[in-house]
């Protein structure tokens, strides 16, 4: 059976582009999820925080996982089912309860969404004892597990994801002994150091670099240096955040073009991959964005796929390329056809800098601005489709 | 029965991989064979991190112990692997020259790989190596073909001998440390954490701590040196990149960096050799393993695309000498395995089998053995069907490495089930995928709590 749309992912970006398929009419749209529910990581963030943005009410993230799982009815949700391949030509190969098997559709939207790189992928030196776990595992301990893990860990990292997990940390009456940032400000945007000194009476030291983790079975300290100055934190765990990285094996392993920059698929304007049956949205396409943001390219996705199903999408080609430069770490999307729409393009810096932002079109300055970038900040431009005429090539930089 | 008489006809010391052949060869020939671990689990030392590797011992000192050893491992696991259901991959080997100096040593390893007895090693055309290798670094020179190197896994095998032992009626003790011993006519009473066991014969191959238990019998005439080794594991994408193993021209010292498959489909990146005294602890370190990432670029350029999935270190128990340090003492009734570096996994099988002979030789001969009880472990490996790709399915617990809570349940129970969280890993590859358990931690904590204690406690007034 040929489906208008299969959607790999049951989280935020997912649901929220199974939603508006049904309400575009489709009413053979298939979610693949690989967890015995769906609604994603929001599931284990139970302070609030979540909905702004797409349901514009202010939700803990399983109320937000309930009501995007809620607002998604009349698409088959489809459990405890891993996709285990991609297929040139829009099929997935899953295995599920049934057994192994090959699923085909119109469309298919890549939307696993995101995961922190571990202890090994940072090459961390010093023992391997248990307690050293990644923000998500450490939220799935406490909210779905009702277990905790270590008393007095470190938090490494200090982007939006690294107070979450504070906030998580009190919750289950952990007391963090420090969060470590080794740039020189945090990267969560103020106050949020003052709300973790201040309230949740935890010292953030930025400017200081994680050098070992120490301990047998379980972590004993960490070493840590800063300044050229090194020092011992005791302490019986380590919560890793703040490095993302999409959960794209499927694309690096399959038949789709994958962008190093990103760690995702390369999508044109439309969030179409380069075998057009293939669609990607949310956190698969870079690290990270909040849930929120996923939703709404969800969304923007799926309207892409109705338009592709109806067949006024328009057909799929080359298109501009455009490559990240100076400054800056990656751009997407990777390909532009220009219409009559503006296009926005979503960047990120490599590091804090000051500097102007500009777009090339061949060579030539199209647009510049004055822009002050953060690490791990989104930024985003948009470009006039008259920019866009008659070029070969675009290029973004930070100079 | 004599009370007077032993509990064991012998107590093998250090449950590593050693320990685990020695256990199965003499649980086989009718012995009553006591395992003695202080760890929680099996493979809690030196065995638990290396290459994984079953080498031909074609670069071995010819007419050592170790070649010989190597060379009887090797073929008595190429017999045994498909009962115990254990993985072979028959990749072979490339050693690559990169420069004059490595070219002009080639013929030299060739010669050596005769005298070993490993006939089928030739040296090959850069061209040929080429053809076989595309990803390599276009600036080699030539090569050395060594077609009967292959893949193991480190974990299962020890995993099939211990079960296979206790399957033969052996007893396997593990969280007892032995703190010393006292030698009387009928065999040993050695001291340990949980109390006093009885043995007629004691078989010393504690690994780092060798030299520590062989004073129990006599001082020491080895000392352990621990060598540690830190290896880089890359993502399964990575695993086209080479097909056969690829090793660099040997030095005195370490056979060098080693990019290889693993039994799992991913790339393996590695050792190093660093002399350290800690017999503890093997860390990894940044800059380390930063080198052996530049090493294995080096080597293929396309690494650097790929993204690391772990690292890991192991102590491999060298000693002064270069040999595997083996003796039986017959009047102690004792029976020394020292010194066994990093080809103990391939030899270990070969070293059972000496000691067979050993101990026939100086303790008399040995009952007739029962029939052997064959003890498949479960397949881990891509190579055949694994339990998520069957109709029927129980949830896939570990999304990266798609182990299913079947199989974790299943590593927590039975004749030898894991003792810890490593024992469980292991087991059953759950956490050890690219995400190293950001997606499944809680899951696995679910179903291994109430086996494994002290990872996770309840929050206080929690409903969960």
């Not at chain 1, 935020?12 to 199974?18: F, H």
């Not at chain 2, 798609?402 to 039975?414: K, P, S, Y």
């Amino acid at each position: 059976m040929m489906r208008s749309a299969i959607i790999i992912g049951g989280g935020p970006a997912g649901l929220s582009a199974a939603r508006t398929l049904v309400r575009a009419g489709h009413d053979d749209v298939l979610v693949l999820e690989r967890n015995p529910e769906a609604g994603g990581l929001p599931r284990f963030a139970a302070h609030p925080g979540w909905g702004m943005l797409d349901f514009h009410r202010l939700w803990s993230g399983p109320t937000y996982a309930r009501k995007l799982v809620a607002a998604a009815r009349g698409a088959e949700i489809r459990t405890n089912t891993t996709v285990t391949a991609l297929l040139p030509g829009g099929g997935v190969e899953v295995s599920g309860p049934g057994g192994m098997e090959r699923l085909w559709a119109h469309t298919v939207l890549l939307a696993a969404g995101i995961r922190e790189m571990p202890r090994g992928a940072r090459l961390l030196s010093g023992t391997r004892p248990w307690g050293v776990l990644g923000t998500g595992a450490f939220q799935e301990l406490v909210y779905a597990g009702g277990v905790r893990p270590f008393q007095q860990p470190v938090i490494l990292g200090t982007e939006l994801v690294a107070f979450s997990a504070l906030l998580t940390a009190r919750h289950a009456g952990i007391r963090p002994v420090a969060m470590l940032e080794e740039a020189p400000r945090i990267t969560a945007r103020r106050p949020g150091d003052w709300i973790a000194h201040h309230l949740l009476g935890v010292p953030v030291r930025t400017a200081t670099r994680l050098v070992a983790i120490e301990g047998g079975a379980r972590v004993e300290a960490v070493r840590v240096e800063q300044a050229g100055r090194q020092e011992r934190i005791a302490c019986d765990g380590v919560i890793l955040s703040g490095r993302f990285v999409p959960e794209a094996a499927l694309v690096r392993a399959g038949p789709l073009q994958f962008d190093a920059a990103t760690g995702g698929p390369a999508i044109d304007n439309h969030f179409r991959c380069t075998d057009p049956a293939f669609f990607a949205a949310g956190n698969v396409l870079r690290p990270v964005e909040h849930s929120g943001a996923a939703a709404l390219e969800g969304i923007a996705a799926a309207r892409a796929m109705a338009q592709a199903l109806a067949g006024t999408l328009p057909a799929p080609a080359q298109g501009i390329p455009v490559q990240a430069q100076g400054g800056l770490r990656y751009v997407y999307p990777q390909r532009l056809l220009p219409g009559d729409a503006p296009i926005r393009l979503c960047a990120r810096a490599s590091g804090e800098k000051r500097g102007r932002l500009r777009v090339l079109a061949d060579g030539e300055v199209v647009q510049e601005r004055r822009l002050h970038a953060l690490p791990d900040r989104r930024i985003t431009l948009t470009l006039p489709a008259a920019v866009l005429r008659g070029v070969r090539s675009l290029s973004v930089e930070l100079a | 029965m004599n009370a007077d008489a032993p509990a064991y006809d012998m107590a093998i010391i250090g449950a590593g991989v050693v320990g685990c052949a020695i256990f199965r060869e003499f649980s086989l020939a009718g012995l009553r064979v006591a395992l003695v671990e202080r760890g929680a689990d099996i493979l809690s030392g030196a065995s638990k991190a290396n290459s994984a590797l079953l080498h031909t011992g074609f670069d071995a000192i010819p007419g050592s112990l170790e070649a010989a050893c190597m060379r009887e491992g090797h073929a008595r696991y190429q017999a045994l692997h498909q009962g115990l259901g254990l993985p072979l991959l028959r990749t072979g080997a490339i050693v690559v020259a990169w420069s004059p100096a490595d070219l002009a040593a080639l013929p030299g390893i060739v010669a050596r790989a005769h005298d070993n007895g490993v006939l089928d090693v030739r040296q090959i055309s850069a061209e040929d190596v080429r053809t076989r290798e595309p990803h390599l670094a276009d600036d080699l020179l030539g090569g050395v073909l060594v077609p009967g190197e292959a893949v193991i896994d480190a974990w299962s095998a020890p995993l099939a001998y211990a079960r296979q032992g206790l399957a033969m009626g052996g007893t396997f003790l593990p969280n007892t440390r032995v703190t010393g011993g006292s030698q009387a006519e009928a065999g040993w009473t050695l001291q340990t954490s949980q109390g006093p066991l009885s043995a007629s014969v004691v078989v010393n191959c504690a690994g780092n701590q060798g030299d520590a238990v062989e004073a129990i019998a006599r001082p020491s005439p080895f000392e352990i040196r621990p060598r540690k080794g830190q290896f880089v594991v890359l993502d399964k994408t990575a695993y086209p990149l080479a097909s056969a193993i690829i090793l660099p021209v040997p030095n005195e010292r370490t056979k060098g960096v080693v990019i290889c498959r693993t039994a799992y489909g991913n790339l393996l990146v590695g050792p190093t050799a660093e002399e350290q005294q800690d017999r503890e602890n093997a860390t990894v370190d940044q800059a380390m393993l930063e080198g052996l990432l530049a090493q294995g670029r080096r080597m293929i350029p396309a690494l650097a695309a790929e993204p690391v999935t772990t690292t890991y270190a192991g102590l491999r128990p060298a000693t002064q000498f270069k040999d595997y340090q083996i003796e039986a003492l017959p009047q102690r009734r004792w029976i020394t395995v020292g010194g066994i570096r990093s080809t103990g996994l391939t030899g270990s099988l070969g070293i059972a089998a000496h000691l067979h002979r050993l101990y026939a030789q100086h303790f008399g001969p040995l009952p007739t053995p029962a029939d052997p009880v064959l003890t498949p472990v479960p397949n881990l490996t891509e190579e055949h069907p694994r339990p998520w790709q069957r109709p029927g399915r129980d949830e896939i617990v570990c999304h990266c490495e798609m182990v299913t809570r079947g199989e974790i349940a299943a590593a927590l129970q039975g004749p030898l089930p894991a003792g810890d969280l490593g024992g469980l890993k292991r087991r059953t590859r759950c956490m050890m995928g690219r995400c190293q358990g950001f997606y499944c931690t809680w899951r696995v904590m679910e179903i291994a709590a109430p086996h494994v204690p002290g990872l996770v406690t309840p929050i206080q007034g929690s409903s969960a």
